[in-house]
Nanobody
């Protein structure tokens, strides 16, 4: 199982970013997928997830209305669209296979820094 994230960077408050994660080594479309983030000095935090079919998504309250999760099973790719970014969104973002604390694999992560 391999999960490879991309798309992170340094942005200003209010900017947008789209993260991507390509999965390989497993049948991507058969698994619920999600995003986990870890801010400096803090533990991992589940950001949100999407069902294997793509028809159901859920994000945590602090990002609701700003973050959207989607997937393209034909490309084995998971996305995280982040709008109106805030400094408190600064973290390493990981793609994870599974749902909430039940994920069993995650990628190497991509750094997102929100700063003016």
């Amino acid at each position: 199982v391999q999960l490879a994230e991309s798309g992170g960077g340094l942005v200003q408050p209010g900017d947008s970013l789209r993260l991507s994660c390509v999965g390989s080594g497993f049948t991507f479309g058969s698994y619920d997928m999600g995003w986990v983030r870890q801010a400096p000095g803090k533990g991992p935090e589940w950001v949100g997830g999407i069902a294997s079919s793509g028809y159901s998504t859920r994000v945590k309250g602090s990002v609701k209305g700003r973050f959207t999760i989607s997937r393209d099973n034909s490309k084995s790719t998971l996305y995280l669209q982040m709008n109106n970014l805030k400094p408190e969104d600064t973290a390493v973002y990981y793609c994870a296979r599974g749902w909430e604390s039940n994920y069993d694999h995650r990628g190497q992560g991509t750094q997102v820094t929100v700063s003016s």
